[in-house]
């Protein structure tokens, strides 16, 4: 699905936002494992969106390209959260680093496209890629 | 993407808003209609001339007190009814959506401008500062106060029916006057809310008042002589021909916000990328309803292989913009607020044909997403072959229409600019710097864009605008709304 305004990319990071939260919960309901850096993670996508959010309400206007700022294409950054029934930690782990590499892509793309809107906007996409970067080593060195 | 949850249920009846009390009209009721299912969402109330006399009848004794109370003190009623926007931001965006149409992204930028106006005014114990001189003759001393009038009637208009009122209200109140809204008819509930927040936040009975109505309301503001001044936003046959004579007959300061044909400008050397969009916002956001917008495109020089590939780019653009209820968040335009307004436009369109334009784009019967019948839509229209002296050009469309003018340079551009009736927001889209100057230079109108579509000063500027869009002296917003709401009062002292 094309994502072309404002409104409709802040609600799909809302989207992606709570199913990777979900899926890191769900991977530390099944395995048990690693709870200081899972639920971490999962408290820190609602901080993510939050802050993304605060920042479209802050600065949007009826006067920037609002409604025709971006143009991404949402299955781009689709992915699967399952996981098969013998999946190993290690499957889990290599899962969640496929998610946010897709997630990172979608922030690196999501600030370039939207240079045009207020700067609060890009920024804090760009923000929070930064965070996110720094989760894939540290999945990495799980297991 | 899911559609929004609508925030008005049933069919609310808006009440005025007068002496901190909810006071149902006593004159005839009138349906407001959503213009995307067409289906009446509220009822207001058509005030008689005896509601809008007690309403400023009200705010004239809510002064008193008001004008005494310290601009600190009146900064922190409206510090909190900030504090209030904010928290009631979407439900106030949803509103506007629903009332009016327009998509969700628009109506929340219209909350955001909104609250800033209330966010500038809160400046008020700075702003509205006099002066001083030491000594002007030996022992003599002399300074300024900014004070307050008393009573401003604020009319405003069915295209941004949260924000406009804001332009005034904030300063008005802020500087020690008490204020009288009238609301437009057609969308009444984005001012009832407001006032809702208004009197959550505690503000003295009869500061802050609404009267919804028609002509009598106003005219009841043009003839009482209790109303110090007049903000107006509407249309110039209303704004020249009836505001400002009568303000001035009747001794009133005024400022007077009108129609206008914008000119979007585009030179060879410009960003196409970055232009197409912004034209896109300027000439079919708000599905053009709004006095800022784009009218007609002049494109510049006479190379037919840019000429050519612009409008490609252009037309390709607007043709792909998705029309249907602005709560579904993909939606990028919504529908015009009511059915004559559309039969005029099209009005426009036929004109336009029948003086020799071209339809480029056809947008009179667009594809509506969703499924909602087409009563109010329109799509983007496009029309080449525009020539200047076209009432397409001369009058306001006040639609999703851009109408395509060729130059051979930016001279006649400019002359073009210049010659027409309105003034209010016109734009240049270039690379270059020396061109962009001359256009700034020349130009007369009140904003000039330089890569803006939307020439739409921040709160902190005034909401400018020039011959034929404005009739006045100072604008809406700002230092200059300060100035608007203050008479200078000099006092000279010298002890003996």
């Given at each position: 699905m094309k994502l072309q305004t404002t409104a409709e990319t802040i609600s799909f990071v809302k989207e992606l936002e709570e199913k990777s939260a979900k899926f890191y919960e769900d991977v530390f309901r099944k395995y048990s494992k690693d709870e200081d850096v899972l639920l971490t993670f999962a408290g820190e996508n609602k901080k993510y969106f939050t802050q993304i959010q605060r920042a479209y309400y802050s600065v949007i206007s009826d006067a920037i390209e609002g409604c025709y700022a971006f143009k991404l294409n949402s299955d781009d950054y689709e992915f699967e959260t399952a996981l098969a029934e013998d999946a190993t930690y290690s499957d889990a782990l290599a899962k969640a680093i496929e998610i946010e590499e897709k997630i990172l892509d979608f922030y690196h793309v999501a600030a370039y496209q939207s240079m045009s809107l207020m700067a609060d906007i890009p920024r804090n996409f760009k923000i929070v890629a930064k965070k996110r970067k720094n989760r894939i080593p540290t999945l990495e060195s799980l297991g | 993407m899911a559609i929004l949850e609508e925030p008005i249920k049933g069919v609310p009846k808006i009440k005025n808003y007068v002496d901190g009390e909810w006071v149902e009209s006593k004159g005839e009721v009138m349906d407001v209609v959503n213009p995307l299912t067409c289906e009446t969402i509220a009822q207001v109330g058509i005030s008689t001339r005896e509601e809008i006399d007690d309403a400023i009848q009200a705010a004239k004794e809510a002064y008193v007190d008001w004008r005494r109370t310290p601009p600190v003190a009146r900064c922190r009623y409206l510090l909190r009814l900030g504090q209030l926007l904010e928290e009631n931001f979407e439900e106030l965006s949803r509103v506007q959506t629903q009332e009016h149409g327009k998509t969700i992204d628009e109506s929340r930028g219209e909350t955001r401008r909104g609250i800033e106006n209330v966010e500038v005014a809160c400046g008020i114990p700075t702003l509205m500062q006099g002066a001083s001189a030491e000594d002007i003759a030996s022992g003599i001393d002399e300074y300024l106060m900014r004070v307050p009038l008393g009573v401003f009637g604020i009319i405003s208009p069915f295209n941004f029916p949260f924000m406009i009122p804001l332009w005034s209200a904030p300063y008005a109140v802020a500087t020690g006057n008490t204020v009288v809204i009238k609301p437009t008819e057609q969308c009444p509930i984005s001012q009832s809310k407001l006032a809702e927040l208004v009197d959550e936040a505690g503000?003295?009975?009869?500061v802050w008042n609404v009267v919804n109505g028609e002509k009598t309301v106003v005219n009841g503001m043009l003839e009482h002589p209790d109303i110090k001044g007049i903000t107006f936003v509407g249309s110039t046959p209303t704004g020249r021909d009836v505001i400002f004579p009568k303000c001035g007959a009747t001794g009133k300061r005024s400022i007077v916000q009108c129609g206008a044909s914008n000119m979007m400008v585009v030179m060879p050397d410009c960003n196409v990328r970055g232009t197409v969009p912004a034209l896109m916002t300027s000439f079919f956001g708000n599905a053009g309803q709004r006095c800022l917008a784009g009218q007609n495109l002049i494109v510049v020089g006479e190379d037919d292989g840019f000429y050519n590939e612009f409008m490609e780019a252009v037309t390709a653009t607007a043709k792909e913009i998705i029309i249907g209820n602005g709560l579904d968040e993909s939606v990028q335009m919504g529908p015009v607020k009511d059915v004559q307004k559309k039969e005029r436009i099209l009005g426009y369109i036929e004109s336009g044909l029948k003086d020799g334009a071209t339809l480029r784009l056809d947008g009179r019967k667009p594809n509506v997403v969703?499924?909602?019948?087409?009563?109010?839509f329109l799509g983007p229209t496009i029309m080449e072959n525009v020539r200047p002296e076209m009432r397409v050009v001369t009058e306001e469309i006040f639609g999703p229409t851009m109408g395509v003018i060729r130059t051979k340079d930016l001279d006649e551009a400019i002359q073009i600019c210049n010659d027409n009736p309105y003034h209010n927001a016109d734009a240049i889209f270039t690379s270059s710097g020396k061109d962009a100057r001359k256009f700034q230079y020349e130009v007369n109108c009140g904003s000039i864009g330089i890569n803006i579509g939307i020439v739409a000063p921040m709160a902190f500027f005034p909401f400018s605008g020039m011959s034929g869009s404005f009739y006045g002296i100072l604008h809406t917003q700002g230092k200059e709304a300060v100035r608007f709401f203050t008479e200078s009062k000099v006092c000279i002292h010298r002890w003996i």
């Open positions: - | 503000f003295p009975p009869g969703g499924g909602y019948p087409d009563t109010c």
